[in-house]
Each structure stands twice: as C-alpha cells, then as structure tokens.
C-alpha cells in the first residue's frame, strides 16, 4: 500500500534552535525612509547570518507585520530556507497588540513544534518595533502587557520592545507593555541596520550559551541616549 503525505514538516537538522520573532510595523507612519531603512536592516540581519555556518543551523526568523491587520510574513525558519521580505506599507493604523499577540501564539506553536520532534531549544525572542502608540484600547494593552510579563516571569520567551522616533508618551506605552527588568529602547534615528548587526551578534552568543547562562551582549551603540 503506497501512503502518500503532503505538508508534512519535517526538521532538517536537530541543532538546538533559537527562535526569533520579529513583530514589524509598517502602519502609514512608516512609509517612505523609515521602511527603506528597516527593509535595508533586514537585509544586514538576513547576510550576517548567512556567513555565520553555525548560527544557520541554530537561529530561526520568523517576521509578523502588523497596520491595522496582522500578517505573518515570515513563518519560523531557517536562512536558507527563506528569502528575505520586502516590507510594502500599504497605510493603516497601529494594532501593536495584535502582532504581539500574534507573535506569542507563533512562539508556542514553534516550541510544541520542537518538543513533538525531540528538537531542544532556547528561550524565543519576541521584538516588537514600532514608530508610534498602539491604537488599541487601554483594555487591550493591560491584556497584552499581562501575558508578556507573565510570559517572561515563566522563562516562556525573551521580549525586547524597540521604539523608532517615538515620542514620551509611545515610549511610555512600549515600558508598560514590557517587563520591568526589559524596558523598551529607543532606536537612534533610523539606524535598523545597526540594530539588526547587533541583533545578529547577539543571537551568535544566545546560541552558543547555556540555558541559565548569563550571557554579556555587545553594548548597544545603536540605542539612543548611549554614551557608551
């Protein structure tokens, strides 16, 4: 009897995986030099991977986007299984909630993924960007800003919020969203491809860590308000 199966996923190699989640903005504030600079950002993110042999085995991208809907863009995989996106806006509001949330339902679904292959893992990250204040409700935020904290207080992921010329009041918004130990940063100007090397370098050193481990991360010359 011949059984045929069809999208049957199968896991290329058993290297313990990272998983990264990026959550994306690309609302009608974003057009123009911004989403040039986040789609060049990427671009730095997805080579700097590509020429390191060991973190291709290891680090899974996965891009949600969100306006006013949320799209996965990019399912979890790895660099040479993906091509890049090119990030269209098409305009809309800010449904930073829905990507977030989006992007923990991905998280659970990926490690449920791993434990049903024998794949082991370190903890996810979740990286929100955004350039402006979420249009959900105050109810939404509360709710959202519950799971993330409960989900870094459970070691179910890492979350680390990153604002793009944000105002106080954004700002404020992206630290209640965060855990108090991960407030959120502001990126300097529109320095994505400086963010994402960092990026890169960091999941190379997640990647060759202990779960526990306490892992120093390159200082952040990307961030404004360093002064190293």
Same mark, same amino acid.
């Given at each position: 009897m011949d059984i045929q199966f069809a999208n049957v996923e199968t896991p290329t190699n058993y290297q313990e995986k990272c998983l990264c989640v990026l959550v994306l903005d690309i609302s009608g504030s974003m057009r123009g030099n911004r989403l040039d600079a986040l789609n060049e950002g990427l671009q730095t993110f997805y080579q700097?991977?590509?020429?390191?042999?060991t973190l291709m085995d290891a680090l899974e991208i996965a891009i949600i986007t969100f306006d006013g809907d949320v799209n996965r863009v990019l399912e979890p995989a790895l660099v040479d299984h993906i091509e890049m996106p090119v990030l269209v806006s098409t305009g809309g509001t800010t449904n930073l909630v829905g990507g977030i949330k989006e992007a923990i339902k991905m998280v659970e679904e990926r490690k449920q993924f791993y434990r049903? #292959?024998?794949?082991?893992?370190?903890? =996810?990250?979740?990286? =929100?960007?955004?350039?402006?204040? =979420?249009?959900?409700?105050?109810?939404?935020? #509360?709710?959202?800003?519950?799971?993330?904290?409960q989900g870094m207080k459970d070691n179910?992921?890492?979350f680390f919020a990153i604002g793009v010329k944000v105002?106080?009041?954004?700002?404020?918004?992206? #630290?209640?969203i965060s855990s108090p130990t991960v407030p959120a940063a502001q990126l300097d100007g529109i320095?994505?491809?400086?963010?994402f090397q960092w990026l890169s370098n960091s999941m190379d050193k997640v990647s060759h860590s202990r779960e526990g481990d306490k892992v120093e991360l390159e200082v952040p010359t990307w961030m404004l308000g360093f002064s190293g």
């Open positions: 700097d991977i590509k020429q390191n042999y049903d #292959n024998g794949i082991s893992y370190k903890r =996810p990250w979740i990286i =929100p960007m955004t350039d402006g204040s =979420p249009t959900n409700s105050w109810r939404e935020i #509360n709710r959202i800003s519950k799971a993330v904290n179910s992921f890492h105002n106080q009041s954004a700002l404020s918004t992206l #630290n209640k320095r994505f491809s400086d963010f």
